[in-house]
Every structure is written in C-alpha cells, then in structure tokens.
C-alpha cells in the first residue's frame, strides 16, 4: 500500500511530499510524518545558520506559510537558523517522486542558504511602507504581538499610496539583538504577526474592550492604546477586523494569509536592548524559466 507521505534529505537539503497539509497539532500518521520529517531536519548541514523554505500547494486556500514550514513542525531549527530564515508560498500541483496513497496535494522543502538573497518564487515590486531601528521589547517565541505591533504601529513614518488589501505581498524584517537571542524559526510568529498586524486598521469591533484588554494584560495606557488601534494614517494593507474574542481575551488576527514571502535575519550584537527593521513590499509570480 502507498503512503501518505514521503521524506527525503541529503546533506543540504529536505523536502517532503504528502497527502495532506502539515497541521499544527497532528495525529496518525500526520505525526509519523511530523517526527520523520523533524529527524530529517536535524541532520541538515546549514554551515550559514540561515535556512531557505518552500510550501507549495495544489490548493489555492490561504494559509499561515511560516507556520506551516516552522511553527508546525516544532523544535528542530535552533542551530540552521541562528543566523534566520527565508520562506515562500508557492501554488501548484507537487511532484512527488514516489506514489503515494492519493496526488502529493502538498510538499515542503527546506535548504542551506544565505541572507539576502532574492525569492525564487516572486518577483518584489514597489515597496509599501518601511521602518527602521525601532525599539521592541525583548522577545522571544511566547511574545504576544500585541508587543511588536505597538512600537512598530506607533513608528510608521511612510503611509502607503493605496491600500493593497487583499493582494500578496512580502515582509523582510532585520532583527539586531543580544548574543543569547533564540534562532529565528522560534521568532518568526510574533515578529511577522505583530508587524503585519501594525500595517492594517482595526475596524473598530469591540473597540473598548480591546482597548481595556490591552490596558489589563499589557500595561499600555488606555489613550495610547485607543489612539494606535483606531488610527488611520499607516495602513497598507487596509482595514480588518484585527482582533477577535477568544478565551476570556482578544486572539490577533493579521492578513499574514497573504505574506507568500518573507525573510527574518537576524544579527547578535553585544548589546542588551533588541531592534528591528524592516520592509513590505508589493510581489508578483516571477515568470518561469
């Protein structure tokens, strides 16, 4: 009988093929395939400390990418992505190597890379807004964006042209930080939500409560948080229900369903204070060869 999925690896390099997408909490098989494919991992030989992700998929639903790749997958990344990392999204109908038990609807691959280097799947185009240099709070893979987008929110010195709400785009984001900072596959989530979250609007649903949430769980000031959630001045990717009820609280909820492309570096320095810079830019499918 075929499996459900296929692991492959050499040296450099990993990709996997499956039948279904890669969930956060698997069972069965999917988390045969979880521990086959974090095995694998280990035993990548990424001398930059900077690893390079691809998921690509039949399906067009939107997905968190860098969760998929990273979050999902677990702890296996500390040492191939000190230095950071680089993910895409690509749509498209995988080629598995091998039958498996149904078409290879899905696959990831992962391979030793360098920082800056362009993505292989979109093309950049206009930027959208940037930052540089901006204080964040200490952070690590707990932090709750709400952290990061408040500085980052507060910051934003360039308005968007036009809203580009809806549309795919790519986050490039340089973390400068202390020697002791946890890799980048454990930074991503927060970095990427809570900056993301900082170029939209809130539509104003639930407004005080959030406000007072944050006031309660955070210690920022009402005004101050009233006044950076409702503004209007920085947004390009548009306005959207950023927050919504969950647990007793509010859980945030960023359009990183269309970040088909981003890259976290990370640069440790002898300092104790952690900054970060970054960039949103407009992307394109980049033609094939």
Known sequence: MA????????????ETWSVARMPFEP?????????????ALRGVHAPSGFLAARYESASAALCDTENVLFYNVGGVFAVSTRRGLRFERSFGTPRSPEPL??????????SA?????????????????AFANVTIPAIGGSTNPALIWLPIRRAMARRARSSHQGQ?????????????TSAAAGLVKPLF?????????????????????????????????????????????????????????????????HC???ELVITRRHQSDFQLTGQLVAVEPRPAA
């Not at 499996?3 to 990993?14: E, Q």
């Not at 920082?115 to 930027?127: A, D, L, M, S, Y």
Request: net charge negative; with cysteine.
């Open 3 to 14: 499996p459900n999925y296929l692991v492959r690896a050499t040296r450099h390099t990993v």
């Open 27 to 39: 069972t069965g098989w999917k988390l045969e395939w979880r521990n086959e494919l974090k095995s």
């Open 101 to 110: 038990s149904a078409s290879a609807m899905h696959s990831q691959s992962y």
């Open 113 to 129: 890379a360098w920082p800056g280097e362009p993505f292989t799947v979109w093309t950049e185009g206009n930027q959208l807004a």
């Open 168 to 180: 795919p785009f790519a986050l490039r984001l340089t973390l400068d930080c202390p020697l002791r």
């Open 193 to 257: 939500d809570g900056v993301i979250a900082a170029f939209s609007a809130h539509d104003g649903s639930s407004l005080e409560d959030i406000v007072a949430w944050l006031r309660d769980r955070f210690g920022i000031d009402l005004s101050l948080a009233r006044e950076t959630l409702g503004s209007h001045q920085h947004d390009p990717l548009g306005t959207r229900r950023l927050l919504h009820r969950r647990a007793g609280g509010f859980q945030w909820a960023p359009d990183d369903d």
């Open 260 to 262: 088909v492309a981003g």
